[in-house]
T-cell receptor, first 115, second 111 residues
Framework: DTAVSQTPKYLVTQMGNDKSIKCEQN?????MYWYKQDSKKFLKIMFS???????INETVPNRFSPKSPDKAHLNLHINSLELGDSAVYFC??????????????FGPGTRLTVL | DAKTTQPPSMDCAEGRAANLPCNHS???????VYWYRQIHSQGPQYIIH???NNETNEMASLIITEDRKSSTLILPHATLRDTAVYYC????????????FGSGTRLQVQP
């Protein structure tokens, strides 16, 4: 079974459309994340949820809205898509371990192309 | 999180040890050193982490200098499947949970 899964794997859409990317983890973790990897390959945190509560919200346009219906799911909805939103979006999850360290497990990514 | 500096690229012969350096001269006492890698078109993968002692697991070894200002990730017997971008990340064990990725080191394992 895949630990962190994302759907869809590829998403091609027109500017101005609204789209969602779904993420599910079956690891029982309590924290989930969305990262964005742009064309220059830099990976940046966008959002983090802990037990369904938003704990990190980086400087991301409010067209991006994460939603966590339960601990195992963190979906990303994007309104009014722009060309600059084209990127690979990675979902990840983690669980605090002894000593306060944790390991993040990443999904396979969703490649979003906005035309 | 403390800033890290890594060489942009390295080559290694298959079967030989790959030693990937990382400088983190501004690391503070409560910050851990983490290593992740990203194989082409895949999500990042955790490798190993440590605080001040050397660490070893089934994937790699992590050597941290006594002053903790630098570290080296060692892949003892590199294979072609180890070709990836390797990221050295320093972060505290409390507070912000997200990872701050730099540009990493692109390791090319040559046959």
């Amino acid at each position: 079974d895949t630990a962190v899964s994302q759907t869809p794997k590829y998403l091609v859409t027109q500017m101005g459309n609204d789209k969602s990317i779904k993420c599910e983890q079956n690891l029982g973790h309590d924290t989930m994340y969305w990262y964005k990897q742009d064309s220059k390959k830099f990976l940046k945190i966008m959002f983090s949820y802990n037990n369904k509560e938003l704990i990190i919200n980086e400087t991301v346009p409010n067209r991006f809205s994460p939603k966590s219906p339960d601990k195992a799911h963190l979906n990303l909805h994007i309104n009014s898509l722009e060309l600059g939103d084209s990127a690979v979006y990675f979902c990840a999850s983690s669980q605090d371990q002894a000593g306060g360290t944790d390991t993040q497990y990443f999904g396979p990514g969703t490649r979003l192309t906005v035309l | 999180d403390a800033k890290t500096t890594q060489p942009p690229s390295m080559d290694c012969a298959e079967g030989r040890a790959a030693n990937l350096p990382c400088n983190h001269s501004t690391i503070s006492g409560n910050e851990y050193v983490y290593w992740y890698r990203q194989i082409h078109s895949q999500g990042p993968q955790y490798i190993i982490h440590g605080l001040k002692n050397n660490e070893t697991n089934e994937m790699a070894s992590l050597i941290i200098t006594e002053d903790r200002k630098s570290s080296t990730l060692i892949l003892p017997h590199a294979t072609l499947r180890d070709t990836a971008v390797y990221y050295c990340i320093v972060r505290p064990h409390t507070g912000r949970r997200a990872l701050t990725f730099g540009s990493g080191t692109r390791l090319q394992v040559q046959p």
